[in-house]
């Protein structure tokens, strides 16, 4: 067995039972205590566990983090969705994108792009993309949570009502098996749910350790966007809910971004930007 797919089983079963023991592992997968052990502190260092004495177990429901701690977790996953992401976005159009640590690697990957008009309740987003040639760069106005950045509050909702966008790009703290889009505060919800009201095309960004936290607050349903691009493949009901809606779920570690530079349409194009979507299909 490779070491992703032993990775893959041990998160499945944390997620499952909630915690697991060293030797119980190494007995399973056959192998020695101490890979396991490294497995496990591989598997905390990218925040999708936390490791314990003699074992590791899931992370706690409730926890945030700070956010240039956030950051850092699962940092090669992000960069690989925000690449991917952006590929679906053409020049010469106009995106949302919400506050988050995914959605600034979206940013990162559109610098490059050219006649875009960005809007953003993040002002890292407006700052990544700050010198970047022929873009519009438009501020969300309202209240700065200054720990991460963000604008929120009804000004903010106000604001981004007066606009109508070709694509709107949201990160999430929450996904649930059975297709929920969640988030632990209403301020940011509330941001989220209209940059989703006022976009033609709809994409979330999230990595696999979305499915391992319960936020309490819905912002949607993955039937409700057009895209959603992750780092591994959803829970099956989760891919379920997908289908149902005709969303069409892209996994980063199985495509390469050339594979999908074909689905980006040109500027002219802007009210059918989304090709037909496969119906709940993972591209792989």
Known sequence: ??????????????RTVGSVEVEA???AFG?????????????DSQGFLKRTHGGAHRLDAMTTRDYAERRQLCRPQKQQIGRIAASLIPNGC???????????QVALALRDHHDLMVISN????????????????????GRVRQSDGAVVGEDAVDF??????????IGCS???????????DMGEVSVARAILRNARHKILVSDRTKFDIHAP??????SDLDYMVTDTAPPASFCDAAARGNTRIIVAEDVKTADIQSDAVQPDDRTTAIPNRHQGSIIT
């Open 160 to 169: 981004i009502s007066r606009y109508k966008v070709d694509y709107a790009v």
């Open 217 to 222: 607050v819905r912002i949607g349903d993955i």
């Open 122 to 141: 993040n002002i890292n987003v407006i700052s990544q993309l700050s010198g970047s040639s022929s873009k519009t760069l438009v501020l969300v106005g």
């Open 174 to 184: 929450s996904l649930d098996a059975d297709g929920a889009i969640l988030d632990f």
């Open 94 to 104: 106009a995106l949302m994108l919400n506050i988050g640590t995914t959605t600034e």
């Open 25 to 27: 592992l190494a007995s």
């Open 1 to 14: 067995m490779s070491v992703n797919k032993r990775h893959d089983e041990i998160l499945r079963h944390v």
């Open 31 to 43: 192998v020695t205590t101490q890979t396991i052990r490294h497995d496990l502190r591989t598997l």
